[in-house]
């Protein structure tokens, strides 16, 4: 604490109250401590065979002081050293039970007895400080670290996205630019046309995703679940990837009797919409992919199955990380796994990918059956 | 052929918006009013007394809601709203307030004139006669009769299967509500029982769809409510007859 160079007593700057009634309290206990540690070794001493050698009396006592300075601060270290003068004194020096000394040597011993006292609680002082200080340097170095990588990530999904914004802009730009010439032949005209279209819509979903993946890891996302047949659900999905499934044939097969499901119907839509068009991007074109789902008794299991190449199984828990790209050819930010993740994990269920019985892939995923799901009743008897 | 095409009022405030929807209105035989804000959009209104008005719910003078509701006061034209994705609650807000049917940007142009025609074509029917019969592909409706066939052979359907395809059926091709269809179906004291209507919707489709999950004729508007769609909605027709 000297070293410190601090009036005893004063709090380090900044120190919150908080930490410095804990430190006083941490003190209050030490002294209760300490005086422990007096009567013990005072017990201790007394019970020593052949009438107490005063020097191993003196050991037992620096021990104390050696106990309650480890643990303790500077109070508590130097209330355990004066009192062990005190007793040391009292109950060994003779004439005994009194502080009176008959000889003026031992007045020496209570000295030295003090200074090595002191000089324990010091050092142990300063050890105990060596430690807090490298705990607190592994900790901020750990936070620089944790910084560095929010940093790295920022950058990544900067430049991840500015490319993946970019791309369709430029073909926009091209095009448009390239419309303006009035030579241009009409068939020409309209595929120009397309082309803008096609990488307009693009450019939108791209932007719907980031801003998804921004909701999901700022903890923006609300999930309002209502209960909800998962076939309504899988139904709108299909539609907004109709564009990207192209000509492919996309069977749906879900047992006539499926429980509902307490999700957000938007969220999960945007489940199976991620899924169903990555598997249109990573599988051969004109491939078929099948949706289905069965009752897992807590949860409804759903799968989405593809006959495109697999995914390894290195890459099974990767390919859900952010900004994770199975193929540098294919187009992307990598955000649509990792989107998935987000969506299931905050509806409480979770999402993997596993060789499907087809050949292919099969990502499924679990959304919890959570509470009781309402009755509606028949209006009647159907034959 | 002289065609007076159909006054449509715009109420937009981005003008590349605007640009792109004269473009396409004109060429398909609309006429145009544009503003871009909500007062000159009531003035506008009150002046020229448009056949259909077409408003962005972003307006940066007032809320599209109250346009919606001022309109509604004295003018029954069909409102088409357009709003941005993620306005859910503003859409329904907007359809239950009065307005006809929505659009979520970025749309195309194909979807815009589809919608006009659909709620100009229900705007005309106003104060005709019901239709009695309405048939869209395989699915045809005989309201009086309140018989369904699929393909020309007859569907049983319970009671309340039968009223909700009906008021679908009635407004053919617009975008009904959560609560409109619970409010018509079951009674006020249903509007926010959703569940029945998506229970009940899930039974329809499988009596009358091909494939119930992925329905040509019942459509899902995600978060907003549902739709009959109209087979005959072809995108490059005009809002004219050809008579």
Redesign the interface.
């Known amino acids: 604490m000297v070293d410190h160079g601090q009036p005893s007593g004063a709090r380090p700057k900044g120190e919150g109250p908080v930490v410095a009634a804990a430190r006083d309290a941490n003190s209050i206990e030490g002294v209760v401590v300490a005086v422990l540690c007096v009567v013990l070794a005072t017990l201790i001493g007394r019970g020593l065979p052949g009438q107490q050698r005063l020097a191993d009396v003196v050991m037992v006592y620096l021990l104390g002081v050696v106990v309650v300075s480890l643990r303790y601060g500077y109070l508590p270290s130097l209330t355990c050293a004066i009192a062990s003068v005190l007793c040391f004194d009292f109950f060994f020096v003779p004439p005994h039970y009194t502080f009176a000394v008959d000889d003026p040597g031992h007045l020496v011993t209570f000295g030295v007895m003090l200074v090595v006292a002191s000089v324990i609680s010091g050092l142990t002082q300063r050890v105990r400080e060596h430690a807090e200080r490298s705990r607190l340097f592994a900790e901020e170095s750990r936070e620089a670290r944790l910084r560095m990588e929010r940093e790295q990530i920022r950058s990544a999904l900067l430049s991840s996205v500015s490319h993946d914004l970019r791309t369709p802009l430029a073909v926009v730009t091209g095009a448009a630019s390239t419309l303006l010439d009035e030579r241009i032949p009409p068939s020409v005209r309209r595929e120009l046309t397309d082309t803008i279209l096609e990488e307009a819509e693009s450019l939108e979903r791209r932007l719907q995703n980031l801003l998804d993946m921004t909701r999901l890891e700022g903890g923006a996302l609300q999930v309002r679940r209502q209960w909800q047949p998962l076939e309504e659900v899988i139904g709108t999905a299909l539609r907004r990837a109709d564009k990207a499934l192209a000509a492919r044939d996309v069977t749906v097969s879900l047992p006539p009797d499926l429980r509902m499901v307490p999700i957000d119907a938007s969220l999960v839509e945007q489940v199976f919409v991620n899924l169903l068009e990555n598997a249109a991007r990573y599988t051969p074109e004109g491939t078929p992919i099948r949706i289905s789902a069965r009752d897992v008794g807590d949860a409804v299991e759903v799968a989405v199955d593809d006959r495109g190449p697999g995914v390894p199984e290195t890459e099974a828990a990767s390919i859900f990380e952010k900004f994770h790209r199975a193929r540098s050819d294919v187009s992307g930010a990598g955000l649509g796994l990792a989107i998935c993740r987000g969506i299931v994990a905050a509806h409480g269920g979770r999402i993997w990918v596993e060789p499907s019985a087809d050949g292919g892939a099969s990502f499924r995923f679990t959304l919890p059956i959570v509470g009781e799901a309402p009755t509606v009743e028949d209006d009647e008897v159907t034959t | 052929m002289t065609r007076t095409g159909p006054l449509v009022l715009l109420v937009e405030d981005e003008a590349h918006m605007r640009r792109f929807l004269r473009a396409s209105l004109t060429a398909h035989g609309y006429r145009l009013v544009e503003t871009a804000t909500a007062a000159e959009a009531m003035r506008q209104a009150k002046a020229y007394n448009p056949d259909l008005v077409i408003l962005d719910l972003g307006l940066p003078d007032r809320p599209g809601g109250e346009v919606i509701r001022a309109l509604r006061e004295w003018s029954a034209a069909p409102i088409v709203v357009i709003s941005a ?1 993620g306005q ?1 609650q503003d859409k329904i807000d907007a359809l239950d307030g009065g307005a006809d049917d929505y659009l979520t940007k ?1 749309f ?1 142009t194909g979807e815009l004139l589809a919608r006009l025609r659909v709620a100009l074509r229900r705007a005309e029917r106003v104060g005709q006669e019901a239709e009695t019969t309405l048939s869209m592909g395989d699915v045809s409706i005989d309201f009086t009769k309140r018989v369904v066939t699929v393909s020309g052979r007859e569907v ?1 359907l ?3 299967e039968y009223k909700l395809l009906a008021a679908l059926g009635r407004n053919a091709g617009m975008v009904l509500t959560h609560r409109q269809l619970l409010e018509q179906v079951w009674g006020p004291t249903y509007v926010d ?4 209507l ?5 039974q329809l ?1 499988h009596k009358i769809e091909a ?5 040509r004729h019942l ?2 508007e ?2 907003v409510g549902y739709r009959l769609r109209v087979d005959s909605d072809d995108a490059s027709r005009g809002p004219i007859k050809e008579t």
């Open positions: 994705r859910e970025p195309g049983h319970t009671p309340i029982q959703t569940q029945y998506r229970v009940y919707m899930a489709r494939d119930p999950a992925r329905p459509v899902t995600p978060g």
